[in-house]
Every structure is written in C-alpha cells, then in structure tokens.
C-alpha cells in the first residue's frame, strides 16, 4: 500500500513539474520574440547614430577649411544635441540591460539550471558591463568638448575633430554589439523552437 502511495504522490509531482514548464514556455518564448524585435530597431537606431556623426563630421570639416563661423556654430549645437540623446540612450540601455541580468539571474537559479540559463546570465552580464563602460567613454567626450567647443585656434579645433570621431568609434562598435546581441537572441529562438520539438515529441510517446 505504501508502495503504491509513494509512486501515486511521485506520479502526481512529475506531472506537476511538467505542467509548470508547460505554462511557463509561451511566456519565455513572447519573450525572445521580443528581445529580436528590440535588437532590430536598436540596430536601426545605432546605424542612424553613426550616420548622424558622420555628418556632423563632414560638416566640421567644410566649416574649418572655410573658417565659416556660423556653420560651425550650428555644427556644435547639432553635436551638442546629437551627444545628449546618446548619454540618454546609454544610461536608458544600461537600465535595460541591469533588468536583464536581474531576470536571467532568476532563471537560472530558480529554473531547471540549463547551461544555455547560465549563458544567458553570463552574455547579460558582458552586456551590461560593456555598455556601463560606453557610458562612461561618452561622458568622458563629453566632458573633453566642453573645453574646446567654441575655441577657434587650431589645437582645439584639431582635438574637437579628433573628439568627433572618437565618438563615431564607439557609435560603430555600438553597431557592432547590437548586431551580435542579435545573432545571440536569434540562435535562441532557434534552440526554444528545437526545445519546443522534443517536448512535443517527449509528451505524444507519453500520451501513447
């Protein structure tokens, strides 16, 4: 009798596992869905910012090689604004992505502890990190043309320009990072949909 209580009691908890993961798999799988499509305007966003540098840089350069004072005012200002929304987008990315590393942190502790868990948790955490030290790389331009923005001699002219494409480098890697922030949420989509198959084929044998 007890034997058949005990494998009765393990019968119910095995089905219960399997139900909770059954329930929490449409919920992860919107979720990556998501995630790609945020990484696809993100990198649409990141390509307008370079795009948007590069032309603040041809700009400068027409302005200087003329000594157009009133263009390269404008050409500041554009700077100023352009470098303004990117501290707003590093500080709002960096948010996101200490969200991330927060909600994969929970996964892979409280989830079936998968490796592709604990890699999540590992490329959040590089996310974070990298994108923590863009931040700071911008502030620090930031801070620099501050100084030199508005001097018209010719060392500060040449370190404003040296500034600007400073900030089109890290605007590039930037692309560079979405794109393979992509690629990753891309594969792993591919592997829930693997994951999703071998449940359904696990759960027909079952049924059977």
């Known amino acids: 009798m007890n034997r058949i209580s005990s494998a009765l009691i393990a019968s119910l908890l095995l089905a219960g596992s399997a139900q909770a993961q059954q329930w929490g798999r449409p919920n992860e799988r ?12 993100e990198l649409r966003d990141d ?28 050409v500041e200002n554009r700077l100023r604004e352009l470098l303004r929304a990117e501290l707003h987008e590093s500080r709002v990315e960096l948010e996101k992505d200490k969200r991330e590393v927060r909600r994969s942190t929970r996964e892979a ?62 605007a590039q890697h930037e692309v560079q990072q979405t794109r393979q922030e992509l690629r990753e949420d891309r594969n792993e989509r591919r592997e829930d949909r693997r994951e999703d198959r071998r449940e359904d084929r696990r759960e027909s044998r079952q049924r059977w």
């Open 109 to 170: 502790r409280w989830g079936r502890g998968k490796a592709d868990d604990r890699r999540d948790r590992r490329d959040d955490i590089r996310d974070t990190r990298v994108e923590a030290a863009t931040l700071q790389t911008r502030m620090a331009i930031a801070r620099e043309l501050n100084w030199v923005m508005g001097n018209r001699n010719y060392a500060d002219l040449q370190r404003e320009r040296n500034l600007i494409v400073q900030l089109i480098q890290v």
């Open 30 to 41: 919107a979720q990556d869905r998501q995630e790609v499509r945020t990484d696809r305007r």
């Open 47 to 74: 390509r307008r910012d370079v795009a948007d540098l590069q032309n603040v840089l041809e700009r400068f350069d027409q302005a200087w090689s003329r000594q157009d004072e009133r263009e390269m005012s404008s």
